[in-house]
């Protein structure tokens, strides 16, 4: 069964909504920046999918940075100069800001790697504060944002936390999220083996989705 058929089986019949903590939550306007083209991935037909359905349900605003349909250039700044200016304002908009890309490579999509080069950009996304007369430290403009990363993998999780150390985790947090929105602010959630794992374990992931957006309070740990 593909993913997309996988999908349309599942929001009301499995996946569990839950509205008493919804009412309850905090999120103002959300943002999804998705970094990958296939409409039937567990991506997008999954992940995304499911946040929109939340946002729907809960009259929250929902804004989608479809980098690949919006024709993004991950590696040309001046070919997107009027999109720098539109998503960095959409970001600036939204309390909450939701990533969604598969692993390549060990790293994000090169379409949400551009995104990161040309709109994270000093003076927008973060400042440079001296120290000495050679050292200066990042500091970050987005601090006031909640962010919430989804990454699938193909590869299980054994190999991911061990002989990779977790790597897209670490440079994601350490190399990018510390400078943008602080040290170890961003929750990041990895989904393993996803074009293996079975319905059951799709399903546990969406639901995993849904319960993320509630978090009120960042965690350095990642699960």
């Known amino acids: 069964m593909g993913l997309l058929n996988l999908w349309n089986i599942l929001p009301s019949s499995v996946i569990h909504y839950s509205s008493d903590r919804f009412d309850n939550c905090n999120i103002m306007q959300l943002t999804i920046i998705i970094g990958y083209h296939k409409k039937d991935s567990f991506n997008h037909a999954g992940i995304v999918n499911t946040i929109k359905e939340v946002c729907v349900r809960h009259n929250i605003i929902c804004n989608i940075i479809d980098l690949y ?25 939204s309390s909450h800001h939701v990533y969604v890309s598969p ?33 200066g430290i990042p500091v970050p403009k987005l601090g006031d944002k909640k962010v919430i990363t989804y990454l699938t993998h193909g590869a299980p999780a054994l190999p991911v936390y061990t002989i990779y150390l977790n790597s897209v985790w670490g440079r994601l947090q350490l190399g990018v999220f510390s400078f943008v929105y602080g040290w170890f602010r961003p929750k990041i959630r990895q989904f393993f083996s996803v074009p293996f794992c079975s319905q059951a374990t799709r399903v546990k992931y969406l639901n995993t989705v849904q319960s993320c957006l509630l978090y009120t309070s960042p965690s350095p740990r990642d699960s």
Request: net charge negative; hydrophobic share 35%; proline share 5%.
């Open 69 to 93: 349909a919006d024709g993004f250039n991950p590696s040309s700044q001046p070919d997107n100069k009027d999109k720098i200016e539109k998503y960095q304002s959409i970001l600036l908009d």
């Open 103 to 135: 692993v390549w490579w060990f790293r994000c999509t090169s379409m949400l790697e551009g995104f990161f080069d040309q709109i994270f950009t000093p003076g927008f996304a973060y400042n440079f504060k001296q120290i000495t007369k050679t050292y």
